[in-house]
Protein backbone atom coordinates (compact mmCIF):
# COMPACT_ATOMS: atom_id res chain seq x y z
CA UNK A 1 0.00 0.00 0.00
CA UNK A 2 1.02 3.52 -0.69
CA UNK A 3 1.93 5.73 2.36
CA UNK A 4 3.08 9.15 3.03
CA UNK A 5 5.22 10.31 5.96
CA UNK A 6 5.61 13.66 7.68
CA UNK A 7 8.24 13.13 10.53
CA UNK A 8 8.02 16.45 11.18
CA UNK A 9 4.75 17.24 13.49
CA UNK A 10 5.95 20.76 13.84
CA UNK A 11 7.97 23.44 13.25
CA UNK A 12 8.96 27.15 14.11
CA UNK A 13 10.91 29.31 12.45
CA UNK A 14 11.93 33.21 12.81
CA UNK A 15 10.60 35.26 9.84
CA UNK A 16 12.71 36.04 6.92
CA UNK A 17 14.02 32.58 7.56
CA UNK A 18 14.23 29.31 5.49
CA UNK A 19 12.35 26.42 6.52
CA UNK A 20 12.31 22.98 5.19
CA UNK A 21 9.92 20.55 5.01
CA UNK A 22 10.38 16.69 4.82
CA UNK A 23 7.98 14.29 3.24
CA UNK A 24 9.07 10.62 2.15
CA UNK A 25 6.55 8.06 0.49
CA UNK A 26 6.34 4.69 -0.75
CA UNK A 27 5.16 3.46 -3.95
CA UNK A 28 5.78 0.71 -6.38
CA UNK A 29 4.20 2.63 -9.35
CA UNK A 30 6.37 3.88 -11.89
CA UNK A 31 4.42 7.54 -12.69
CA UNK A 32 2.45 9.38 -9.86
CA UNK A 33 2.59 12.82 -9.25
CA UNK A 34 3.57 14.69 -5.90
CA UNK A 35 2.05 17.75 -3.57
CA UNK A 36 2.30 20.76 -1.04
CA UNK A 37 -1.06 21.54 0.07
CA UNK A 38 -1.10 24.37 2.53
CA UNK A 39 -4.38 24.97 5.41
CA UNK A 40 -3.95 28.19 7.06
CA UNK A 41 -6.11 29.01 10.20
CA UNK A 42 -9.22 29.93 7.92
CA UNK A 43 -9.29 26.10 6.71
CA UNK A 44 -9.23 26.44 2.87
CA UNK A 45 -6.68 23.67 1.56
CA UNK A 46 -4.50 25.16 -1.01
CA UNK A 47 -2.40 23.87 -3.29
CA UNK A 48 1.07 25.25 -3.09
CA UNK A 49 3.31 23.15 -5.51
CA UNK A 50 2.94 19.77 -7.73
CA UNK A 51 5.76 17.74 -9.10
CA UNK A 52 5.24 15.05 -11.91
CA UNK A 53 7.56 12.01 -11.02
CA UNK A 54 8.84 11.74 -14.44
CA UNK A 55 10.02 15.40 -14.31
CA UNK A 56 13.74 15.41 -13.09
CA UNK A 57 13.54 19.36 -12.51
CA UNK A 58 12.40 20.34 -9.30
CA UNK A 59 9.14 22.34 -9.28
CA UNK A 60 9.45 25.72 -8.18
CA UNK A 61 6.35 28.35 -7.36
CA UNK A 62 7.69 32.23 -6.00
CA UNK A 63 9.15 31.27 -2.39
CA UNK A 64 8.22 27.50 -2.90
CA UNK A 65 10.14 25.08 -3.94
CA UNK A 66 10.74 21.69 -3.59
CA UNK A 67 13.42 19.21 -3.64
CA UNK A 68 12.57 15.66 -5.50
CA UNK A 69 14.65 12.69 -4.93
CA UNK A 70 13.08 9.88 -6.76
CA UNK A 71 15.51 7.25 -6.08
CA UNK A 72 15.04 7.86 -2.20
CA UNK A 73 11.17 8.82 -2.40
CA UNK A 74 11.82 11.60 -0.45
CA UNK A 75 9.85 15.62 -1.82
CA UNK A 76 10.61 18.02 0.70
CA UNK A 77 9.17 21.43 0.61
CA UNK A 78 11.54 24.51 1.00
CA UNK A 79 10.23 27.83 2.35
CA UNK A 80 12.80 31.01 1.34
CA UNK A 81 12.30 34.19 2.97
CA UNK A 82 8.99 32.72 5.25
CA UNK A 83 6.61 35.21 6.21
CA UNK A 84 4.15 35.54 9.08
CA UNK A 85 1.28 34.50 6.24
CA UNK A 86 3.20 30.98 5.47
CA UNK A 87 1.88 29.57 9.46
CA UNK A 88 0.01 26.88 8.38
CA UNK A 89 -0.52 23.21 7.96
CA UNK A 90 1.02 21.56 5.40
CA UNK A 91 0.06 18.12 3.76
CA UNK A 92 2.22 16.62 1.60
CA UNK A 93 0.13 13.90 -0.41
CA UNK A 94 0.83 11.77 -3.69
CA UNK A 95 -1.38 10.40 -6.66
CA UNK A 96 -1.04 7.38 -8.79
CA UNK A 97 -1.77 7.86 -12.66
CA UNK A 98 -3.66 4.86 -12.14
CA UNK A 99 -6.29 6.47 -9.89
CA UNK A 100 -7.79 9.66 -8.47
CA UNK A 101 -6.83 9.30 -4.70
CA UNK A 102 -4.69 11.16 -3.36
CA UNK A 103 -2.70 9.36 -0.35
CA UNK A 104 -2.41 12.00 2.32
CA UNK A 105 0.72 12.59 4.93
CA UNK A 106 -0.18 13.45 8.50
CA UNK A 107 0.84 17.18 7.91
CA UNK A 108 3.15 19.54 9.24
CA UNK A 109 2.21 22.31 12.04
CA UNK A 110 4.39 25.53 10.72
CA UNK A 111 4.81 28.54 12.67
CA UNK A 112 6.76 31.97 11.21
CA UNK A 113 7.49 33.64 14.37
CA UNK A 114 7.68 37.81 13.99
CA UNK B 1 -12.24 31.14 -10.20
CA UNK B 2 -12.68 27.23 -9.36
CA UNK B 3 -15.57 26.60 -6.60
CA UNK B 4 -16.23 24.09 -4.28
CA UNK B 5 -18.68 25.50 -1.59
CA UNK B 6 -19.77 23.78 1.56
CA UNK B 7 -23.08 25.01 2.88
CA UNK B 8 -22.33 25.27 6.37
CA UNK B 9 -19.18 26.59 8.06
CA UNK B 10 -20.26 25.49 11.76
CA UNK B 11 -22.62 23.26 12.67
CA UNK B 12 -24.04 21.89 15.97
CA UNK B 13 -26.48 18.64 15.96
CA UNK B 14 -27.67 16.41 19.03
CA UNK B 15 -27.20 12.69 19.33
CA UNK B 16 -28.97 10.68 17.26
CA UNK B 17 -29.78 13.41 14.74
CA UNK B 18 -29.79 12.45 11.25
CA UNK B 19 -27.46 15.40 9.90
CA UNK B 20 -26.26 16.81 5.97
CA UNK B 21 -23.69 17.61 5.08
CA UNK B 22 -23.66 19.51 1.28
CA UNK B 23 -21.20 19.75 -1.01
CA UNK B 24 -21.56 22.02 -4.60
CA UNK B 25 -18.58 22.75 -7.02
CA UNK B 26 -19.00 24.56 -9.94
CA UNK B 27 -16.46 23.49 -12.50
CA UNK B 28 -17.82 20.31 -13.97
CA UNK B 29 -15.53 18.12 -11.99
CA UNK B 30 -16.14 14.48 -12.59
CA UNK B 31 -14.79 13.84 -8.73
CA UNK B 32 -15.77 14.18 -5.78
CA UNK B 33 -14.73 13.24 -2.41
CA UNK B 34 -15.68 13.64 1.45
CA UNK B 35 -12.70 14.19 3.91
CA UNK B 36 -12.82 14.00 8.07
CA UNK B 37 -9.99 15.81 9.53
CA UNK B 38 -8.92 15.06 13.34
CA UNK B 39 -5.96 16.42 14.85
CA UNK B 40 -3.33 13.99 14.89
CA UNK B 41 -4.85 11.93 12.15
CA UNK B 42 -4.54 13.79 8.81
CA UNK B 43 -7.20 13.90 6.42
CA UNK B 44 -9.11 10.18 5.98
CA UNK B 45 -11.31 9.43 3.10
CA UNK B 46 -15.15 8.51 3.63
CA UNK B 47 -16.76 8.34 0.26
CA UNK B 48 -15.93 9.49 -2.80
CA UNK B 49 -18.04 9.01 -6.47
CA UNK B 50 -16.39 9.38 -9.94
CA UNK B 51 -19.95 10.37 -11.60
CA UNK B 52 -23.58 10.80 -10.63
CA UNK B 53 -24.85 8.38 -8.97
CA UNK B 54 -21.91 5.97 -8.22
CA UNK B 55 -20.07 6.19 -5.07
CA UNK B 56 -17.70 4.12 -3.70
CA UNK B 57 -16.19 3.45 0.19
CA UNK B 58 -13.17 4.63 1.55
CA UNK B 59 -11.18 4.01 4.67
CA UNK B 60 -13.84 5.04 7.22
CA UNK B 61 -17.39 4.98 5.78
CA UNK B 62 -19.18 3.22 8.75
CA UNK B 63 -21.95 5.76 9.88
CA UNK B 64 -21.78 7.70 6.95
CA UNK B 65 -23.52 7.31 3.34
CA UNK B 66 -23.09 9.71 0.68
CA UNK B 67 -25.50 11.06 -2.43
CA UNK B 68 -24.57 12.43 -5.61
CA UNK B 69 -27.49 12.78 -8.01
CA UNK B 70 -26.22 15.77 -9.80
CA UNK B 71 -22.82 16.04 -11.19
CA UNK B 72 -21.98 19.02 -9.30
CA UNK B 73 -23.54 18.07 -5.53
CA UNK B 74 -22.27 15.48 -3.04
CA UNK B 75 -23.99 15.13 -0.09
CA UNK B 76 -22.54 13.47 3.38
CA UNK B 77 -25.06 12.16 5.51
CA UNK B 78 -24.39 10.71 8.99
CA UNK B 79 -28.04 8.38 9.49
CA UNK B 80 -27.73 8.89 13.46
CA UNK B 81 -24.94 11.26 14.53
CA UNK B 82 -22.85 10.34 17.76
CA UNK B 83 -20.26 12.32 19.22
CA UNK B 84 -17.38 10.40 17.72
CA UNK B 85 -18.33 11.87 14.38
CA UNK B 86 -17.65 15.50 15.96
CA UNK B 87 -14.99 16.65 13.52
CA UNK B 88 -13.85 18.71 10.60
CA UNK B 89 -15.33 17.40 7.20
CA UNK B 90 -13.62 18.74 3.88
CA UNK B 91 -15.19 18.39 0.63
CA UNK B 92 -13.02 18.15 -2.76
CA UNK B 93 -12.99 17.93 -6.27
CA UNK B 94 -11.47 16.64 -8.97
CA UNK B 95 -11.05 16.97 -12.97
CA UNK B 96 -11.80 13.12 -14.12
CA UNK B 97 -8.94 11.24 -15.94
CA UNK B 98 -6.87 14.18 -14.88
CA UNK B 99 -5.34 13.69 -11.38
CA UNK B 100 -1.61 15.92 -12.06
CA UNK B 101 -3.83 19.00 -10.79
CA UNK B 102 -4.52 17.63 -7.25
CA UNK B 103 -7.91 18.29 -5.71
CA UNK B 104 -9.90 21.26 -5.39
CA UNK B 105 -11.50 21.93 -1.84
CA UNK B 106 -14.00 23.39 0.18
CA UNK B 107 -13.83 25.69 3.11
CA UNK B 108 -14.80 23.07 5.68
CA UNK B 109 -17.70 21.96 7.90
CA UNK B 110 -16.68 21.86 11.63
CA UNK B 111 -19.32 19.86 13.05
CA UNK B 112 -20.08 19.17 16.50
CA UNK B 113 -22.43 16.55 17.92
CA UNK B 114 -23.74 17.06 21.67
Known amino acids: AQTVTQSQPEMSVQEAETVTLSCTYDTSESNYYLFWYKQPPSRQMILVIRQEAYKQQNATENRFSVNFQKAAKSFSLKISDSQLGDTAMYFC???????????WGAGTKLIIKP | DVKVTQSSRYLVKRTGEKVFLECVQDMDHENMFWYRQDPGLGLRLIYFSYDVKMKEKGDIPEGYSVSREKKERFSLILESASTNQTSMYLC?????????????FGSGTRLTVV
Open chain 1, 93 to 103: AQVMDSNYQLI
Open chain 2, 92 to 104: ASSLGGNVNYGYT
